[in-house]
């Protein structure tokens, strides 16, 4: 059974930081590209952040300089950190892993983040 377990989402203040973390069980871990999206209230959901199985990241432009995503393969484990944080960045935020060009993609329960100004 496939498990994306998300962690470190909370409340902080404007220009604060917060780790999230995603704890992948089920799945062989290093084929996946992993990825954070994020959806606030009435928007659809918006990709974040993504890395590839070899270990690339890519970022969206709203975020480019301040977030950072990692990937810990000996521990199963995709990383967010983010910095200067933003009213704007208060949304529920999902990992999503993908095993590109086939069917298996799978997300987490999401963990909640809320910037206040």
């Known amino acids: 059974q496939v498990q994306l377990v998300e962690s470190g989402g909370g409340l902080v203040q404007a220009g604060g930081s917060l780790r999230l973390s995603c704890a992948a069980s089920?799945?062989?871990?290093?084929?996946?590209?992993m990825g954070w999206y994020r959806q606030a209230p009435g928007k659809q959901r918006e990709l974040v952040a993504f890395?590839?199985?070899?270990?690339?990241?890519n970022y969206a432009d709203s975020v480019k300089g301040r977030f950072t995503i990692s990937r810990d393969n000996a521990k199963n484990t995709v990383y967010l950190q983010m910095n200067s944080l933003k009213p704007e960045d208060t949304a529920v935020y999902y990992c999503?892993?993908?095993?590109?060009?086939?069917?298996?993609?799978?997300w987490g329960q999401g963990t909640q983040v809320t910037v206040s100004s």
């Open positions: 890395i590839t199985s070899g270990g690339n990241p």
């Open positions: 089920g799945i062989s871990f290093g084929l996946y590209a």
């Open positions: 999503n892993a993908d095993l590109l060009y086939t069917d298996h993609e799978y």
